[in-house]
Antibody, heavy 122, light 111 residues
């Protein structure tokens, strides 16, 4: 059974930093690209970032480019999101999600975690 | 503000059919595949449709997807109370700031 479990969400002050983690199991982690998607309270979905299966390629939404860094450790079946210079508008539930395509990426996300809540507030 | 526009809500009685539209442009839907997600209250999104009309394993054929020009449509037949949820379309947008984008979301209510 595929499982994705996010952690690391907390309350942080504006301008602060935070690192989210996502522990994956139930599939061959290093065969698939992984994504972060967020959802502000009561709002819709916003794609945040993608990392390729081998970590060699990364992509970001304009809203987080230059502030967030996605990474992965295939030896630990783990995905990360380093978040710097946090703003109030970054407040959201952050989901990690698996791409459906093996050894590539399609942005079709077939498994999602339950999310971890990041609140940016003074 | 999303570049993909969906109706805020649709509703129908159990057993009936609903369709949800997703309107975009040539920089997104017009030249890229569309996916659809279902988000039940308090849960993570679930992939219903990918590559315009393909269903992942385990998704019933009551759910269908189609695309024409710069619009896409999700259809749900044999509506059930368990289908009450928010539904989002998604696709790649190749405009100046290339990004993956989700639609504005549609709340389906079973009367």
């Amino acid at each position: 059974e595929v499982q994705l479990v996010e952690s690391g969400g907390v309350v942080v002050q504006p301008g602060g930093s935070l690192r989210l983690s996502c522990a994956a199991s139930g599939f061959t982690f290093d065969d698939y690209a992984m994504h972060w998607v967020r959802q502000a309270p009561g709002k819709g979905l916003e794609w945040v970032s993608l990392i390729s299966w081998d970590g060699g390629s990364t992509y970001y939404a304009d809203s987080v480019k230059g502030r967030f860094t996605i990474s992965r450790d295939n030896s630990k079946n783990s995905l990360y999101l380093q978040m710097n210079s946090l703003r109030a508008e970054d407040t959201a539930l952050y989901y990690c999600a698996k791409d459906i395509k093996k050894w590539g990426y399609s942005y079709d996300l077939d498994y999602w975690g339950q999310g971890t809540l990041v609140t940016v507030s003074s | 503000q999303s570049v993909l526009t969906q109706p805020p809500s649709v509703s129908a009685a159990p057993g009936q059919k609903v369709t949800i539209s997703c309107s975009g442009s040539s920089s997104n839907i017009g030249n890229n595949y569309v996916s659809w997600y279902q988000q039940l209250p308090g849960t993570a999104p679930k992939l219903l449709i990918y590559e315009n009309n393909k269903r992942p394993s385990g998704i019933p054929d009551r759910f269908s997807g189609s695309k024409s020009g710069t619009s896409a449509t999700l259809g749900i037949t044999g509506l059930q109370t368990g289908d009450e949820a928010d539904y989002y379309c998604g696709t790649w947008d190749s405009s100046l700031s290339a990004n993956y984008v989700f639609g504005t979301g549609t709340k389906v209510t079973v009367l």
